[in-house]
């Protein structure tokens, strides 16, 4: 956010008061804080704007640590705006995915920040009540002592000790077994698109993994399917139904999404999709497509995200 987004004031030197200043140097960090509680961009962008307004209001002179005092703010109000988000995800259309983001390629290099930004892990942390999903970002993605997490959610130190652990243990037991490496993911998706793009149907057998789920959303505005798609089966029989179903030329482009290789799709040249995939042993156990309109805004441009 530049110094007139923010709404801040500039010295007869054109230069940002430091409350100001404060706000824009943390603003990347801050929207990766909400964003990772909410898996909305446009809520988290919503949430930067009332942390804004309340950051204003404070006095600057009083603040001792403005990187925790702003992730304080910002974590009150998604957890305040998560509340509203689940009552739309309840009457929301087939299944819901986060929204994705077209991020730099060195986000890559920090690979906490990626995995903890990646579809497969915003998935495993939609699993889990809004105070523990919010402890587990702040405590094991941004390093937060369990003091200033207890400000931000409202508990006592020990209690966030309590939450953390728990929260640790559930993510645990969801996340993939090992880490996979960019390189690893890119031959994946490489061998995906290939399939896909040549119907392939065997190649796309050989490459998914007997327990693989396929989610597909297109929040009512796009064709999807209703449910997950369980078993490669499945999965093979709805992909070659919706490459049937067009007339259009389709293609595959590599793309970096929410800090991990993915596949923008598109139809006579425009966007139709984004599909990131979640692999294990070599094998795509996840396929993760993003066909809903409002939610393909953040993959024209890079969004900056940070910790």
């Known amino acids: 956010m530049d110094q007139e987004a923010a709404g801040g004031t500039a010295d007869g030197g054109g230069r940002a008061d430091p409350a100001t200043e404060a706000f824009v140097a943390h603003r990347s960090l801050l929207f990766t804080v909400a964003y990772e509680i909410l898996g909305s961009a446009a809520d988290a962008e919503d949430v930067l704007q009332e942390t804004w307004l309340r950051w204003a209001g404070v006095d600057f002179a009083e603040v001792r640590e403005p990187r925790a005092y702003l992730i304080r703010i910002t974590t009150r109000q998604a957890l305040t705006r998560l509340r509203t988000l689940a009552r739309r995800k309840e009457s929301y259309v087939g299944p819901w995915l986060p929204e994705p983001l077209l991020t730099a390629p060195d986000v890559a290099e920090d690979a906490e920040l990626a995995e903890s930004l ?127 179903r067009t007339d259009e030329e389709v293609s595959l482009e590599p793309a970096q999404i929410n800090g991990c290789p993915a596949l923008l799709v598109r139809l006579d040249g425009e966007l139709d999709s984004v599909v990131a995939v979640r692999i294990e042993d070599g094998r795509v156990t996840g396929v993760y497509a993003v066909r809903n309109p409002d939610k393909l805004s953040r993959v024209a441009r890079e969004t900056p995200v940070g910790r």
């Open 118 to 244: 990646s579809m497969a892990m915003l998935l495993v942390l939609e699993t889990l009540p809004p105070t523990e999903r919010a402890v587990f970002v702040l405590r094991e993605v941004f390093a937060l002592g369990h003091e200033e997490i207890a400000e931000a959610v409202g508990k006592s130190p020990v209690a966030v000790r309590q939450i953390a652990h728990r929260a640790r243990a559930h993510v645990a037991a969801r996340r993939p077994r090992a880490a996979v490496s960019p390189a690893e993911t890119r031959a994946v998706l490489g061998a995906f698109r290939q399939a896909v793009e040549t119907g392939d149907l065997q190649g796309l057998f050989d490459i998914l993994a007997p327990d693989v789920v396929a989610l597909t959303d297109g929040g009512g505005l796009r064709q999807a399917a209703l449910r997950p798609l369980v078993g490669p089966d499945k999965v093979v029989r709805w992909l070659a139904g919706v490459l049937r």
